[in-house]
């Protein structure tokens, strides 16, 4: 068929190499860096992926669009359905129906179960360096802010702070903020280390939000392990937070869900999120999200395999340019976190001399001021052409001084 094709023979190689032109598409990632930067830049920063989406979903949003149509929308049985059984073949999760609660994105996920299940002072705990809304949910709505930063070994390995969480509950709680698989710094957490963890919750009375966005994006000879299996009472002390938006490209639809046994911490973020107007029920979002948990299976592999040479690329492009770059081992995730300390830069003076030679990273100031000092976090899920390319505007940002 055309260029877009519906239906591909096979989601391979080149079907992950070929490059898709975003410009002019009103795409934060490209559009929206170009605009508030006054020039033109390799994209290298927000997790959003330079990949096509599941020909399925293409072709329900093409179905849908062609009806006249586009009143209020509620959720079906179907398309909660096609998520709780995509849970259950991928991840060996079995919920039902009213443990879920569709909301816009995962983000208002976080804000809304700060707000619902605190108070104002209450103390929230983060795990450093973490994605930067989860100190802006604490943060932004009154709360106290409690860090308890990762501990990380030579080859920037990160690994929980055990005695320092403990010590933090020890002084009081209310609500943990867990992200898993954790961004930015590529942590698969493994069963035995959440059953730890959510030991310590239980014992000191910590209610458990995991951000479970990454699931999908794990690497072999990990496999995934949802905070929801580690208890199955109908009263456990659990909240997650998970989405079709990463998996499958989708993040513009403004679709996620929040999953839960526990029906009383469900009413409350519900009610929390109806006083704020925050409802889910963009139809093509519905649709979208439908199709690529039904459907979708075979392009996720195939991207899977794709990402996997993708974390070995990079890794093996910065060993040959920038050896004393120090990328963290990837169990997850599509993000390298990369320690650049050995260059003697500030992670300003990386953002002015990467801007400069045309490639944008997130800085990692944006994790954690002190633990994402001289780190950068780049974005992989690209064709690796592209990959290759902000490598070696890397190497020149780091290797000659700024203009």
């Given amino acids: 068929m055309g260029k ?42 927000v997790a959003d992926m330079d990949f096509r989406c599941p ?25 909660v359905q096609a998520m709780l059984d995509y849970l259950r073949r991928r991840h060996q999760l079995s919920l039902t129906p009213d443990q879920q609660l569709m909301l816009p994105c995962v983000v208002t996920g976080l804000r809304a179960a700060v707000r619902a299940l605190t108070q104002p002072g209450d103390a929230v705990l983060v795990q450093p360096p973490v994605y930067g809304p989860f100190f802006d949910a604490v943060r932004q709505n009154g709360r106290t ?15 929980i702070d055990w005695a320092g969480l403990e010590a933090a509950f020890q002084r009081g709680i209310k609500l943990m903020l867990l992200c898993s698989p954790h961004n930015p710094v590529g942590r698969l957490w493994s069963a035995e280390e959440l059953q730890r963890l959510y030991g310590l919750c239980r014992q000191y009375g910590v209610l458990l939000v995991a951000d479970e966005i990454h699931c999908d994006f794990v690497y072999a000879p990990g ?11 109908e009263d456990a002390p659990l909240v997650v937070l998970s989405s079709a938006s990463k998996t499958f490209n989708l993040a513009g639809l403004q679709q996620s869900a929040l999953l839960t046994r526990n029906q009383s911490l469900k009413a409350a973020i519900a009610s929390e999120l109806r006083a704020l107007g925050a409802v889910s029920g963009n ?32 890794r093996s492009e910065l060993t040959t340019r920038l050896p004393e770059a120090v990328l963290t081992p990837l169990e997850a995730t599509y993000l390298g976190w990369i320690d650049l300390r050995a260059y003697g830069l500030t992670t300003d003076e990386l953002m002015r001399r990467t801007h400069a030679q045309g490639v944008a990273f997130t800085p990692g100031r944006f994790f954690g001021l002190r633990e994402g000092e001289g780190f950068l976090r780049f974005n992989f899920a690209c064709p690796h052409s592209q990959t290759v390319e902000a490598v070696r505007r890397l190497e020149r940002a780091i290797r000659q001084p700024a203009p």
């Fill in 223 to 233: 496999a995934f392990y949802s905070a929801l299996r580690l208890d199955e009472a």
């Fill in 283 to 314: 139809i093509f979002a519905l649709v979208a999200t439908e199709a690529a948990y039904r459907e979708g299976d075979d392009w996720l592999d195939g991207l899977l395999a794709y990402l996997d040479r993708a974390r070995a690329l990079l």
């Fill in 4 to 45: 877009w094709g519906l239906r591909p023979l096979a989601f391979d190689t080149a079907f992950f190499d070929e490059p898709i032109d975003r410009c002019c598409t009103a795409c934060d990632k490209w559009d929206g860096l170009n605009l508030r930067e006054g020039r033109e830049l390799l994209p290298m920063w």
């Fill in 55 to 79: 020909p399925a979903v293409t072709e329900a949003l093409v179905r849908r669009a062609q009806h006249p149509v586009y009143g209020y929308t509620t959720p079906t049985a179907a398309s």
């Fill in 145 to 159: 802010l409690v860090e308890n930063p990762l501990l990380a070994d030579a080859r920037g390995f990160y690994s």
